[in-house]
Nanobody, 126 residues
Framework: QVQLVESGGGSVQAGASLRLSCAASGRTFSRYAMGWFRQAPGKEREFVGGITWNGVREYYADSVKGRFTISRDNAKNTLILQMNSLKPEDTAVYYC???????????????????WGQGTQVTVSS
């Protein structure tokens, strides 16, 4: 299995940027498709974006498209979520997740992912 640890969260003003990292350990990171989810207070966890095992394909929720970018460095076992033009509605706990998959399709639902990190808090004030 793989262990995931998120970092990089914090409190920022609207319009600022943050870069979240997800460090993976355990089994070979390149075996996994990866995703980012978030959960705001009182709301269900929602998909933010995902990337295939080889980094060729990405997919984003409409709410973050054009502002957030996912990348991965398989040599460093790291997943990145670059968040620009942050809005107060982006406030949430952000989780990275992994799915053992060599398919060209980006998984987008929680049930598709096998492993989860503990989350990192992102707070955006207006």
């Amino acid at each position: 299995q793989v262990q995931l640890v998120e970092s990089g969260g914090g409190s920022v003003q609207a319009g600022a940027s943050l870069r979240l990292s997800c460090a993976a350990s355990g089994r070979t990171f390149s075996r996994y498709a990866m995703g980012w989810f978030r959960q705001a207070p009182g709301k269900e966890r929602e998909f933010v974006g995902g990337i295939t095992w080889n980094g060729v394909r990405e997919y984003y929720a409409d709410s973050v498209k054009g502002r957030f970018t996912i990348s991965r460095d398989n040599a460093k076992n790291t997943l990145i979520l670059q968040m620009n033009s942050l809005k107060p509605e982006d406030t949430a706990v952000y989780y990275c997740a992994a799915r053992s998959a060599f398919t060209p399709v980006v998984p987008t639902t929680q049930s598709e992912f096998e492993y989860w990190g503990q989350g990192t808090q992102v707070t955006v004030s207006s």
